[in-house]
């Protein structure tokens, strides 16, 4: 026999490391192994380590055959690998990053119809898918479905959790080659005895795949109606209200005619009446979320199902902060490269205009002759000189004449 790699005293953190996991945060101690928080190819990842011989049977089934068929689904608590390392044993799933559906049963007692629906929806779309691959859960209830929020879809989803009661049924199950997945039945009797269907409670009966959508029907009624459908004091009292069938919703609820009736044929007594998952998902209250993308919840409404509207997202995973520090990086803007100078044109200045001194106009004389009365023409001069105008005859010249001609009779 081949010995194991692994030393069978490695410590939690050495398990870890071993399979690439980093930064575990301690969580809580489950029922026989402690579940750390670790990081992964910057994602986060939940870990329990549980001691070989105290591994559930069921857990291991289920989660070597979910990681190994690599069926995934936003609403299961999906499997990333089931591996023995030394004396322990690693499961490494989905990190749910909120609280569970019992916690905000107690915070909501009579949750939103439409809620409880978008719910009911996500809850039977993993059924569906666990139950095709033959797989039962056998353990649906309020505290094995917890919240989850997406950071990168900034969708709220619930995942079905905690496969310890979890069963495979295999060919070996059926009563004959011909049954279908639906029919695959077993008798272990287990599970909480409040959410059993009555053929898994008494344990007289094979009983199949339904008893999760039982379980499922009394989780929703609960959720609604904020008790459970049937009464559930004694033994005797429990069977006969489940024979009698689940209590009547108050009128005052105000909860659809057709999601009640879903959840009558989720809580059928017989089991051959009682609608499996894939059929639970066409009925006619879904019809408006057929074709919806992912069926989820905002946080918003995450926030109302928990009555507190200031509650704080959950810690991102470091995926979720590189790609948004990414978003908010500044480009870098070079500066363009420096233009060539303009060549300014010489702008060529006109020489400055001296202006032409304006000279006295020179005396102008005009010499008019005029006719007097008698009929003789007399000689006027006008001399000019500016703007004065003098008017002499030629015998007030006569002076004038006489020097000028003595001056010229001196020259010569």
Not at 309 to 316: A, G, L, S
Request: glycine fraction near 6%.
């Amino acid at each position: 026999m081949a010995s194991s790699p692994y030393s069978p005293y490695m410590s939690d953190d050495e398990i870890l490391r071993q399979r690439g996991y980093f930064n575990p945060r301690y969580l809580g101690q489950g029922q026989f192994g402690k579940v750390y928080r670790v990081v992964k190819d910057d994602e986060f990842y939940a870990a329990k380590i549980v001691p070989t011989k105290l591994v559930s049977i069921g857990e291991s089934t289920a989660g070597t055959f979910l990681a190994q068929q690599g069926m995934t689904s936003n609403y299961l608590v999906n499997f990333l690998e089931c591996v023995e390392i030394g004396s322990n044993t690693l499961f490494v799933m989905d990190y749910a990053n909120l609280n569970d559906l019992k916690e905000a049963n107690k915070q909501t007692p009579k949750m939103n119809p439409s809620l409880v629906l978008s719910i009911a929806y996500q809850l039977l779309g993993g059924l569906s898918v666990m139950h095709r691959s033959g797989l039962i859960h056998r353990d649906i209830k309020p505290d094995n479905i917890l919240f989850h929020y997406d950071y990168s879809k900034d969708l709220v989803f619930v995942k079905i959790s905690d496969f310890g009661l979890s069963k495979q049924l295999t060919s070996t199950d059926r009563r004959n080659q011909n049954q279908s997945n639906s029919d695959i039945m077993t008798k272990t009797q287990c599970g909480t005895p409040i959410y059993m269907a009555p053929e898994a409670y008494w344990g007289e009966e094979e009983y199949g795949l339904t008893v999760d959508c039982w379980a499922l029907g009394v989780t929703l009624y609960e959720f609604l109606a904020g008790c459970h459908p049937f009464d559930i004091s004694t033994n005797k009292k429990f069977f006969e209200s489940v024979q009698r069938g689940p209590k009547p919703f108050d009128i005052g609820l105000g909860i659809p005619q057709d999601f009640q009736i879903l959840i009558s044929q989720l809580l059928s007594y017989d089991p051959k009446y009682r609608l499996t998952a894939e059929n639970a998902l066409h009925q006619p209250c879904f019809q408006s979320m057929w074709n919806t993308p992912i069926p989820s919840l905002t946080w918003e409404q995450y926030a109302f199902l928990m009555n507190d509207f200031t509650r704080q997202k959950p810690e991102p995973p470091p995926s979720f902060i590189k790609r948004l520090n990414a978003q908010r990086q500044i480009p870098v803007i070079h500066p363009p490269p420096p233009s060539p100078t303009p060549i300014q044109p010489t702008i060529v200045q006109p020489p400055p205009i001296n202006p032409t001194p304006i000279q006295p106009p020179s005396p102008v004389v005009n010499k008019q002759i005029n006719q007097n009365s008698s009929g003789t023409f007399q000689r006027k001069d006008i001399a000019t000189i500016g703007t004065l105008n003098f008017l002499s005859s030629s015998d007030d010249l006569e002076p004038f004449f006489s020097e000028r001609d003595t001056l010229a009779r001196f020259i010569t």
